[in-house]
């Protein structure tokens, strides 16, 4: 799983992501929120049996944690997207100067079942959102304006505003509920911890909460009980590892969080209705082995590429 190794600031961070050829669905831990627009190519987000795709002049959001995901190149292009990863002090910070100074109205009224369901939103590009984009994307090739947090700051600023005073909508959404840093808290605590097969107490230990408080926060972040969104958590693991890698059915499990092959295949069966084995078998080919992908991400002002698509997460 690719996952942050950049130490996260007080400023926003604006990257350039580029992906040379597709690469199959990839898991990624985002430490931060993130607001992104596809360039070129397709941005297809997965969560269990549903799937969301972002295509050329989308604007996209991903909550900090766990997603799975695959990018598509265009035919004879690269996959090219600009990515902006903030925190919530940060928008919390950028949406009292838009509402104190510049008298913006920072609040939403969209709901819809997206919001409450999905870890991410996708909508429309709109004409202002376009060329706010690709100036960025000329911003970007700068190293000084990639050095600089304060031009970052101001092009998040903009961004936000532009989206605030749009039509009300999933994304202006999402901003509207990023801002409260006991949830960011909470839900950084719980993907922390995805991997250890850890009971209810020894979470609500780590998260300095008791079992009801922890039971009660949990199911209004993440809109269900800890033991079924852990297990739908692992489930979608063992899922993408079974298509996209080599290893033994009982070793996915226990890599997992399943405490023996067994149990992992009766839970599997219970989810799909199938044995592990004959998914990956009905899914052969349809995804890429890690080992053949290939990609590239480019760092803003570096100049440099970091090959096997290594998503900078932040």
């Known amino acids: 799983m690719n996952s942050e190794t950049h130490k996260a600031s007080d400023h926003p961070d604006i990257v350039k992501y580029i992906v040379a050829e597709r690469t199959g669905m990839q898991q990624v831990l985002y430490r931060r929120n993130v607001i ?18 972002a295509d050329k002049g989308d604007l996209f959001y991903l909550n900090n944690g766990t997603h799975y995901i695959e990018d ?27 509402n104190t100074v510049f008298n913006v109205d920072v609040r939403s009224s969209h709901h819809c079942p997206q919001c409450t369901q999905d870890p991410f939103a996708t909508y429309k ?32 600023a903009e961004l936000v505003s ?22 960011s808290a909470f839900e950084q605590a719980i993907y922390d911890n995805i991997r250890d097969n850890l009971t209810l107490k020894e979470l609500s230990t780590r998260c300095n909460k008791s079992p009801a408080v922890f039971t009660r926060d949990f199911k209004l972040y993440f809109n269900d ?10 489930m979608m693991r063992a899922r993408m590892m079974l298509i996209s890698s080599n290893k033994a059915v009982g070793d996915i499990g226990l890599e997992c969080g399943f405490p023996n092959a067994s149990h992992f295949i ?23 082995r890690p080992e053949d992908d290939s990609g590239s991400v480019r760092f803003p002002g570096s100049g440099k590429e970091m090959v096997n698509h290594r998503m900078p997460d932040y």
């Not at 033991?227 to 958590?233: A, E, K, L, V, Y």
């Open 36 to 53: 992104g627009y596809i360039i070129e190519g397709k941005k297809v987000f997965h969560d269990g049996d549903r799937s969301l795709a």
């Open 72 to 98: 598509i190149p265009g035919k004879g292009k690269n996959s090219e997207q600009i990515l902006f990863y903030f925190n919530p002090e940060c928008l919390a910070r950028t949406l009292n100067r838009l």
């Open 125 to 156: 590009g709109w004409d202002n959102i376009e060329n706010f984009f690709l100036s960025v994307d000329v911003y970007a090739k700068d190293e000084a304006f990639c050095e600089q947090g304060s031009m970052q700051n101001l092009k998040f």
């Open 225 to 234: 009980p800890p033991h079924r969104w852990f297990t739908r958590q692992r």
């Open 266 to 288: 009766k839970q599997f069966r219970k989810a799909y209705g199938t044995t592990p084995a004959q998914y990956r078998q009905g899914h052969s080919g349809n995804s890429p």
């Open 162 to 183: 532009l989206i605030i005073m749009n039509n009300d909508c999933c994304i202006k959404k999402r901003i509207m509920d990023s801002i409260d840093p006991g949830r």
